[in-house]
């Protein structure tokens, strides 16, 4: 069965640090995703991407976080000046058209120290 | 907000007794579906049913849609060890909002 695969598993940054969390989609899918799971809370939305262009965003993902899809296949979030708050479980999930389940990857803990 | 809140936070049970958790939410919806994590790991989806659905069923899964209460329940019917799990509600319209989540434990 398709998965959506993400890279690293776990990533320890130094606060400040930029890091990027890679994920590859499943490669019929159309829309994409990222989430986040701080330990012991809910799933938040942070932002979907479709037709090359980000097409919702929360009010979590701000100035400080990117995405890209650069060669049509890996799907990638950039925190450009990680804070401790943004320690977390990162989900990346990826659909087709309406009224389809989503597809999550296993996620990558990002722990900022 | 189209938040999905589940109940109860957190279900123990014996193992071959059914589980039912319900989840609630605000606005409108394409769908609403159910997914299931495991301790620290990803999100699994379980189940989709669709806003003009009352009912559906997937092996011992049963699940019910009420638009009017704006309502769904999760029913496991004949639970397993490997049942325990967190088990989270989620409504569609153009992106996935999470609930909060209801925590099962199946005691063997």
């Known amino acids: 069965e398709p998965e959506v695969t993400q890279t690293p598993s776990h990533q320890v940054t130094q606060m400040g640090q930029e890091v990027i969390l890679r994920c590859v989609p499943i490669?019929?899918?159309?829309?994409f995703y990222w989430y986040r799971q701080i330990l012991g809370q809910k799933v938040e939305f942070l932002v979907s991407?479709?037709?090359?262009?980000?097409?919702?965003k929360s009010e979590i993902f701000d100035d400080q976080f990117s995405v890209e899809r650069p060669d049509g296949s890996n799907f990638t979030l950039k925190i450009r000046s990680t804070k401790l708050e943004d320690s977390a479980m990162y989900f990346c999930?990826?659909?087709?058209?309406?009224?389809?389940?989503?597809?999550f990857g296993s996620g990558t803990r990002l722990t900022v120290v | 907000s189209q938040q999905g809140e589940e109940d109860p936070q957190a279900l123990s049970i014996q193992e071959g007794e059914n589980a039912t958790m319900n989840c609630s939410y605000k606005?409108?919806?394409?769908?609403l579906q159910w997914y299931r994590q495991n301790s620290g790991r990803g999100l699994v989806h379980l189940i989709l049913?669709?806003?003009?659905?009352r009912e559906k069923h997937s092996g011992r899964l049963r699940v019910t849609l009420d638009t009017s209460k704006k309502s769904s329940s999760l029913l496991i019917t004949a639970s397993r060890a490997a049942d325990t799990a967190s088990y989270f509600c989620?409504?569609?319209?153009?992106?996935?909002?999470f609930g909060t989540g209801t925590r099962l434990t199946i005691i063997p």
């Open positions: 999930a990826s659909t087709r058209p309406i009224n389809y389940g989503y597809t």
């Open positions: 490669s019929n899918h159309l829309y």
């Open positions: 991407f479709y037709n090359n262009e980000i097409s919702e």
């Open positions: 606005t409108s919806i394409n769908n």
């Open positions: 049913i669709r806003s003009n659905e």
């Open positions: 989620a409504t569609d319209k153009e992106k996935l909002t």
